[in-house]
């Protein structure tokens, strides 16, 4: 067992990355520990991703992010937060799953997969990329459904089925009808999603009106066969021929880590994480939140954008209540 340190990071996304160079910056003892590579979830974006965000309001501790568009593209961002943390020396420790937290009077044991840690601080900013919403269908375990979408050859030739109206589908649903895949789209609701990029929503409609995509409004996946899906449409029960589904209904966070480590949660189905907004503690002391893991199951509240904050005001709240 080490000397306790003062902040122990869950999670080396771009907001833990924002909690250890604050921390940094108070002279604290900190470590960030993730179970992945750096920038875990960014790294397994779809590989020609691009932000809906432009790169200032992604960037750091004011570190400027240049990019060759105004919003960067996934291999832009992966290289930016990594030359931070290169470059500020941020101590980070990958491939390192961190699997509970327990507080012990005034301080924390860490038990991860290689060690166990004590801090007197825990930041937790897990994000939400890491577990997908699932269809719970029949046929869902197949090898050819996949909730996880990263580049379009793969597809070509392919008949995909992508389910889903928001950004995540429509971006797949384009770029594998343009790698040559013959691509049904099926919608629950009766348009294309309102947070649809405002740039790539005339595309799709337009492909969706001249029928280069074919699309299934108020529609529903009801079973996969390794040859076929079959659909619940307004009309009637439809049957395709298919080769691929891409179920890309979102993500969620891992609510049951959040459990086990005893955070306490809003009463009603979106699972929303007990803090304080002024700063960021749980209902856990000296244990805090931060970055999109904040919104629980209410995944469109929080952004690199808006929640870089949370890093400012917990490392305030730590240093005041340290010195
Ligand atoms: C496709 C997509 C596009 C997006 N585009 C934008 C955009 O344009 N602008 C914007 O502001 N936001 C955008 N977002 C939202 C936001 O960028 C991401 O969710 C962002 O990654 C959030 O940063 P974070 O640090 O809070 O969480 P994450 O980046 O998800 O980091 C969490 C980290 O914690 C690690 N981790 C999880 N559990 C453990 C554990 N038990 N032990 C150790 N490590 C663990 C994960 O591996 C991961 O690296 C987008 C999200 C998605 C999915």
Redesign the pocket.
């Known amino acids: 067992m080490q000397i306790p340190y003062d902040i122990i990071i ?7 990355i924002a909690c250890a160079l604050e921390a940094k910056k108070k002279n604290l003892n900190y470590l960030i ?4 590579c750096l ?4 790294y397994n ?1 779809p590989i020609h ?1 691009q ?3 432009s790169s200032e ?2 960037e750091l501790d004011q570190i400027p992010f240049t990019s060759t568009e105004n919003r960067p593209k996934r291999n832009e961002a992966l290289e930016y937060y990594r030359r931070i943390v290169q470059s500020r020396a941020v101590r980070v420790n990958l491939f ?3 699997l509970t937290v327990s507080k012990i009077e005034n301080s924390f044991n860490i038990q991860t997969t290689k060690s166990l840690y004590q801090a007197h601080h825990v930041i937790v ?6 577990i997908p919403n699932l269809l719970n269908i029949p046929g869902e375990d197949l090898p050819k459904v996949n909730h996880y979408y990263k580049d379009p050859h793969y597809f070509a030739r392919q008949k995909v089925v992508v389910v889903g109206g928001s ?2 589908s429509v971006d797949a649903a384009l770029e594998c009808y343009r790698k040559g895949a013959s691509v049904s789209l099926v919608i629950r609701d009766q348009t294309i999603g309102s947070h649809v990029k405002y740039w790539v929503r005339p595309d799709i409609e337009n492909r969706i009106a001249e029928g280069s995509i074919q699309v299934y409004y108020n529609s529903q996946l009801k079973e996969v066969t390794p040859t076929t899906v079959i659909l619940e449409t307004p009309e009637a029960s439809v049957t395709i021929a298919n080769d691929f589904v891409l179920a890309l209904i979102g ?1 969620r966070p ?1 609510i049951e ?1 959040l459990e086990r480590i005893g955070i306490a949660f809003s009463d009603d189905n979106r699972k929303i994480p007990v803090y304080n907004p002024e700063t960021m503690e749980t209902n856990i002391e000296q244990l805090y939140l ?4 904040c919104g629980g199951l209410d995944t469109h509240e929080w ?3 808006n ?1 870089r904050i949370h890093a400012v005001k917990i490392v305030e709240h730590i240093s005041r209540n340290t010195l």
Not at 33 to 36: H, Q, S, V
Not at 290 to 293: D, K, L, W
């Open positions: 869950i999670g080396a996304g771009p907001i833990g520990l993730e179970k992945g920038v875990n979830s960014l974006y991703m932000f809906f965000s309001l992604l390192e799953e961190v900013a897990t994000g939400f990329y890491d950004n995540s993500y891992n880590f931060a970055g999109v893991v952004f690199i954008e929640s």
